[in-house]
């Protein structure tokens, strides 16, 4: 049932996972973060290390939405003007991201904590093949919607917002920031695939 309800979440969580591991010739590699040093595994090794990734991230998700809530009904009773009027629930959201942000990259790289002592088969990936390996599984129209609506989100905010508040700054800042990532990946992607293999 817990798994139930965050499933689409979970399943694309895991996707992002064993995209560390992957098959080269009739051996399968494990590749820390994609682009450390290939470690060699076995099928059911990367099948174990997906079960344990994919209970830890049921439980991530579920713990960091429970102190979410916690944390909202403690601040409505403690300090309710902080939570109504002030950057309270903000401030909560950031919070729980960065504690999913460091969970989650513990989580992905649990395999490499328990392959430390294996010795690797290779040397570790160079940026400019990570980036190749990396933008071939992105596909253009999700870089270019990630482009355009934050791009339009930006600019919207920026010619209607009378920037009264610091909340409106957050959002054209992190918007603006979005575009520019979004910018920035189109042009390695692009960059990229014009490179002769």
């Not at 682009?35 to 290390?49: C, D, M, T």
Request: proline share 5%.
């Amino acid at each position: 049932m817990k798994d139930m309800i965050f499933r689409r979440n979970i399943d694309q969580l895991e996707d992002i996972f064993l995209r560390q591991f992957e098959q080269e010739g009739d051996r399968l590699l494990y590749r820390k973060h994609g682009r450390g040093a290939p470690i060699p595994v076995s099928a059911e090794e990367k099948e174990q290390f997906r079960l344990q990734y994919r209970k830890a991230s049921v439980r991530m998700i579920w713990g960091a939405s429970a102190s979410a809530i916690l944390a909202i009904v403690l601040g409505v009773l403690v300090a309710p003007k902080f939570i109504d009027e002030g950057p309270g629930i903000i401030v909560i959201c950031f919070v729980m991201i960065g504690g999913i942000a460091v969970l989650g990259l513990r989580n992905s790289t649990s395999p490499a904590r328990a392959l430390v002592r294996r010795t690797p088969v290779g040397s570790e990936l160079s940026k400019d093949e990570w980036q190749s390996k990396h933008f071939s599984t992105i596909s253009w129209p999700s870089l270019a919607s990630i482009f355009l609506i934050s791009t339009v989100v930006c600019i919207g905010l920026l010619t209607g917002s009378e920037f009264q508040e610091w909340p409106d700054y957050l959002w054209v800042f992190g918007s603006g920031m979005l575009s520019i990532f979004g910018a920035r990946a189109l042009w390695l992607k692009y960059r990229l695939s014009r490179r002769p293999n």
